[in-house]
């Protein structure tokens, strides 16, 4: 004869595996429809990729570098000027 508490536990042992299996279930489909919902409300703002936005922050240091350059080669030709004005008078 089957013992009854035994098919209880089986019973009970199958139900909490389906219940844990539709509750990652009901997790996917809930990340899913988040998922969906934030690329949506991205999409309708006027928000930059994280590829543009690193695009525009290289060329801006590129720009910023530049600029530093070119008022090291103004400040020595001015000292130069300086110079030249001195040496003549």
Not at 9 to 20: H, I, N
């Amino acid at each position: 004869m089957t013992d009854p508490r035994g098919r209880i536990f089986d019973g009970l042992g199958r139900l909490a595996t389906d219940a844990v299996g539709m509750a990652q279930g009901v997790k996917r489909e809930a990340e899913t429809v988040l998922r969906t919902q934030a690329e949506r409300l991205l999409s309708t703002m006027d928000v930059v990729t994280r590829e543009e936005f690193e695009a525009v922050r290289d060329m801006a240091i590129a720009a910023r570098d530049e600029n530093e350059k070119l008022a090291a080669r103004i400040a020595a030709l001015e000292a130069r000027l300086v110079e030249d004005r001195g040496s003549r008078a």
